[in-house]
């Protein structure tokens, strides 16, 4: 049937599957034809004692024995299969090194189909569609394909009966599901991070075998010896595996586009194009569509209800009075959905606590998982149709501590301009609108949604200071951005809520029409390449919220596409934010206090500010050497990347000297510093510093400036010259004052020489490493400033009287000197 709907075929094993597939072969049962005996008569196997229950599979129990009734209309289709950790180990929770595993983690996914074999078996086969063809004419690549990308055989199991009444095969699975091996218990990289050894088979066992109408849900119980303390403990799992059928007729898929920031699943295409292959994406998203008899009516424009919606269940572990913030997070998006098209798009319930056959494990229910994790955070993958990038289901991961990492980000971001924000323990309200923003975000990310980290800086810093513009519009158009809260608002704007929270706003409401919205007469997805690009290049012409800067090493040189920042001015927002930070300092002892209680409290945020200061920090210094990249079709005009331009580049370099590189001593408040329990000042701030000017002087940096000036003409851009002139104008402005260097300063300029240093005479290699070599274009460059610089300390030194400063100046000029040396 694979073959048949898309001969969806892969020519090379994943990684991940031949180490796994490998793993099992070793370790299943033994089901070859020696062992194997021949097929009883139905009612011999299937006696009166059996236990029967009815679903996609008929699962049948007898004493300790489970058997898989899979009707022929089933063999050949594909299934998938996704295994959880329905309960984790205890040990789980304080194993550090492991990062932790928590009940409703994820630990593998696959794609397989049962089909006889010969001598009364039955295969399980894995299936992958990363190479495809479904030419099967003379001229095609189907069978070519096919040829060469047979799937592997993950297991063979004896066939115990035939139900000649009801077509259908019976096997018996008991022994592969409980014994050890990577399709029905922990892969092979999945015990390494456990840490576990050999299964024990006395304390493992087949917990339930549940079948449901489209899935099929496996649990188990497997205790592992552990190796994480040589005491002889034990882990014990209790491993889910859920088998969905997949869709007979997948989904129509939608082609990926870099302007929109959607997830993709792709493959090779054999068929794309005639004289070679070409990678083809799908964007992952939700199958939603309008019912039979309102298909009309949607596509003139009225908003009706799909088929199926998209419903996410509550973790009936989650604390009550968190539920309803949680919900609304979800039911936030129905508008974004109305926008495509649909209404009642999505929505959120508690789990059914009085229907037995419910599960958190069935794989056909999407969930918010409550997880006892100290790990402050949330996450929100899903699982999606290889063939068409239909999403299933989602889970999504809701760690307890993700509390404490908003009240950072609230009390530091917003403690200026909300009085909330003032204490340890927030108002149950403001958490709970808290959990509501975090949610909603990671919703989106379960409808597809990627980060849009280009989203803020579309908007105006000054525009983030306005009550009435802000209030209406939100200080980013995406809630998928790294925006938290509105930091450059200042206590004189009077800026209420809707103008601090992020909210789903304008990109999040187009990105989800892109995704969702339907087109008649569409049957493959090529028949709207031209419709949904034309669409797009309109869209982003007249509506500039709705640019996408995508979160990738690859664009990371774009200063625009960054995280945590606001506006289109990173040097005013930074103003902005040093200001509010100026004020909340001095203020932390008393937010922080607590009766009975010490000054950890005081450290933490303490370090959640330092944290702040050093992102605008990094927000500014990423314009430097930075380009502005743009993803576009041949139809649109403008260039696909430039440097940022040189005004912007001199006016952030004037900004980093004057607000981190002169020392920002308003850090050393001694009335925090002096309670920060065990924390040193100086290993805080002047860290910041240091990692900021080594950020500028690393060699990508420099090779940047240097490339773009060959480019352009050094007359038309930010040169290297002219960094290394403005820095060592900032860096080094007591040659010119005489005045003493303080410790801080004295790290920076440190951090200078040596780094550059490091490029003229790199760090001695042992035989068997390769030196590292600096090119030339920077040499030419780093070379001559060094020689000045080692002339303008050593000119200075006469009139340095500060004892410290004057070692300092004479060891700077050594280290030069030492540096310019000829190698031997």
Wanted: proline share 5%.
């Amino acid at each position: 049937m694979a073959a048949a709907l898309l001969c969806a075929l892969e020519s090379i094993a994943q990684k991940k599957e031949a180490t796994s597939d490998s793993t099992a072969t070793k370790s299943l049962p033994r089901t070859d034809s020696v062992s194997a005996s021949k097929p009883k008569a139905y009612d011999k196997v299937i006696t009166s004692k059996a236990v029967t229950k009815k679903g996609l599979l008929t699962v049948h129990q007898l004493d300790e024995s489970y058997y898989l009734e899979i009707p022929d209309s089933l063999l050949g289709r594909e299934i998938l299969m996704v295994t959880r950790l329905a309960k984790s180990p205890v040990d789980g929770l304080t194993d550090a090194s492991s990062g932790g595993y928590y009940a409703g983690d994820q630990i593998d996914e696959r794609e397989i189909t049962f089909e006889k074999g010969p001598a009364h078996k039955i295969f399980m086969r894995s299936i992958s569609y990363r190479v495809r063809s479904t030419d099967s004419s003379d001229n095609g690549m189907y069978h070519s394909v096919r040829n060469s990308s047979l799937q592997p055989i993950l297991a063979a199991f004896p066939v115990k009966t035939y139900n000649e009444k009801d077509p259908a095969t019976v096997i018996d699975i008991t022994d592969i599901v409980s014994s050890d091996n990577s399709i029905f218990a922990l892969s092979a990289w999945t015990k390494t991070k456990f840490k576990t050894g050999a299964l024990q088979r006395d304390r493992s066992y087949v917990k339930s075998v549940r079948p449901f109408s489209h899935n099929v849900e496996i649990t188990t119980v497997k205790t592992y010896a552990s190796s994480i303390d040589a005491s002889g403990s034990a882990l014990t799992f209790e491993i889910n595996n859920s088998l969905v059928l997949l869709p007979r007729i997948p989904m129509t898929a939608r082609l990926g586009d870099a302007r929109v920031g959607f997830f993709a699943t792709g493959y090779i295409d054999f068929d794309a194009n005639p004289q070679g292959v070409k990678g083809t994406n799908m964007v992952t998203r939700w199958r939603l569509e309008p019912k039979d008899e309102d298909r009309e009516k949607y596509f003139n424009g009225q908003l009706v209800e799909p088929k199926k919606p998209i419903v996410f269940y509550i973790d009936p572990a989650t604390p009550k009075k968190w539920v309803p913030y949680l919900i609304q997070g979800v039911n936030d998006w129905q508008a974004a959905f109305e926008q495509a098209g649909f209404k009642n798009a999505i929505i959120a319930k508690e789990a059914p606590l009085d229907d037995s056959t419910w599960s958190l494990d069935d794989a056909s229910h999407s969930a918010i998982v409550y997880k006892p994790s100290a790990i402050a955070n949330a996450s929100g993958p899903h699982v999606h149709d290889p063939r068409s990038g239909e999403i299933l289901e989602a889970h999504i991961n809701w760690y307890h501590n993700v509390m404490s990492l908003v009240h950072s980000w609230y009390m530091i971001q917003a403690g200026a301009i909300d009085p909330r924000a003032r204490k340890m323990e927030f108002d149950d309200e403001l958490m709970g609108q808290l959990i509501r923003f975090v949610s909603s975000h990671e919703v989106g990310h379960t409808l597809g949604l990627m980060h849009n980290f280009g989203s803020s800086s579309t908007v105006p810093v000054d525009s983030l200071r306005s009550k009435k513009w802000v209030e209406a519009h939100g200080h980013t158009p995406s809630i998928m951005d790294y925006a938290r809260f509105n930091y450059v608002a200042q206590p004189e704007d009077s800026i209420g809520e809707k103008g601090i929270f992020p909210r789903i706003n304008d990109y999040d409401k187009w990105a989800i029409e892109w995704g969702y919205r339907l087109f008649p007469g569409i049957k493959e997805p090529k028949d709207e390449n031209t419709l949904l690009n034309k669409w797009v290049i309109d869209s982003l012409t007249h509506n500039h919220r709705l640019w996408y800067g995508p979160q990738s090493i690859f664009v990371a040189f774009d200063p625009r596409s960054q995280n945590e920042d606001l506006g289109d001015d990173a040097m005013k927002a930074g103003s902005y934010g040093i200001k509010n930070l100026k004020r909340i300092l001095p203020l932390l002892p008393e937010w922080t206090r607590k009766p009975n209680d010490g000054y950890h409290d005081l450290e933490e945020m303490y370090k959640a500010l330092l944290a702040q200061y050093a992102r605008y920090a990094g927000h500014v210094a990423a314009n430097i050497g930075g380009h502005y990249l743009e993803s576009k079709s041949v139809e649109e005009k403008g260039e696909l990347h430039m440097p940022v331009p040189a005004v912007r580049q001199e006016r952030a370099i004037a900004w980093l000297n004057e607000e981190v590189f002169k020392t920002p001593s308003w850090l050393d408040y001694r009335p925090v510093t002096d309670k920060a329990e065990g924390f040193f000042t100086a290993d805080g701030y002047t860290d910041i510093g240091t990692r900021t000017l080594g950020k500028l002087l690393s060699s990508i940096t420099l090779s940047l400036l240097v490339t773009d000036a060959a480019k352009y003409g050094e007359k038309n851009v930010y040169a290297c010259t002219a960094l290394l002139a403005d820095l060592k104008k900032g860096i080094w402005s007591e040659l010119n004052t005489h005045r003493s260097i303080d410790a801080y300063r004295r790290a920076l300029q440190d951090t200078y020489v040596e780094t550059l240093a490091a490029m003229v005479k790199p760090a001695e290699k042992t035989e068997k490493e390769r030196p590292e070599q600096t090119p030339e274009e920077i040499l030419i460059v780093i070379k001559p400033h060094l020689t000045l610089l080692k002339s303008t300390i050593l000119a200075a030194l006469p009139a340095t009287t500060d004892i410290a400063s004057k070692a300092h100046l004479q060891l700077m000029a050594e280290k030069i000197a030492n540096s310019l040396k000829p190698t031997k």
